[in-house]
């Protein structure tokens, strides 16, 4: 009997490449590109995802990113893996493996989850992306067995969602945000322990803030 989980994998995301795009109808777009991911490694939740499977699902993708059809959320979706629409920030348009990574190109839609996404972008604040996909757990024997690592098999890809992932190694305020006047400003930490929930109201201010400053 399959015993399918739904699996959330998170890494902290800066992106290489955040530019600002124009299409035909004069409308701008912001495009972010960077590393979504990664396989045949040992991630943070002791998981292994094999590059064979995970470069199938790649490759099963990208007619849906060619139809314009891959969308991901702000914030941690439930327990579920379809999207909301109400939920909605980006596009991904593009997803490929170079090495061990797994590389994404994404448009930041015109909703209000896609702006808070915007602005959190431009603040250069560190967000985290998630995969967010479904598979079964196999305990893995020998060296890794012992340390509680699992081989995801059966792996299938439903999309990316951007979050605020304050466990994650770097998840922080990278610099001071310059182009914010604020009363209290936000200094680095180079270790900083925000609870999830501080996290989040520190996020939501920086994304009021932000959206009053344009």
């Not at 800066?14 to 530019?19: D, N, Q, V, Y």
């Not at 939740?45 to 990113?65: A, D, F, M, S, W």
């Not at 598979?135 to 060296?143: D, S």
Request: net charge negative.
């Amino acid at each position: 009997m399959s015993d399918r989980k739904i699996l959330i994998e998170t890494v902290s995301f800066k992106p290489l490449i955040l530019t600002e795009e124009k299409r035909k109808n004069g409308r701008k777009v912001l495009v972010f590109e960077g590393i979504f991911g990664a396989c045949d490694v040992i991630n943070k939740n002791n998981r292994l995802y094999t590059k064979e499977e995970t470069l199938r699902e790649i490759n099963n993708l990208q007619p849906v990113i060619k139809e314009r059809r891959l969308m991901g959320e702000l914030d941690h979706p439930e327990e579920r893996l379809s999207v909301n629409l109400d939920s909605v920030s980006h596009l991904i348009v593009g997803l490929w493996l170079e090495g061990n990574n797994v590389l994404g190109r994404g448009e930041i839609l015109p909703t209000d989850k896609g702006m808070k996404l915007e602005a959190l972008l431009k603040a250069e604040v560190t967000i985290g992306l998630s995969s967010r996909a479904s598979g079964e757990l196999i305990a893995l024997e020998g060296e890794y067995g012992q340390l509680g690592t699992q081989q995801v098999s059966d792996f299938q890809l439903e999309t990316y969602d951007a979050v605020a992932d304050a466990s994650a190694p770097g998840a922080q305020i990278t610099r001071l945000i310059e182009n914010i006047k604020r009363r209290q400003k936000l200094v680095n930490r180079e270790t900083p322990f925000y609870s999830e929930d501080e996290y989040k109201r520190l996020v939501d201010h920086i994304v009021n803030e932000y959206l009053k400053s344009i």
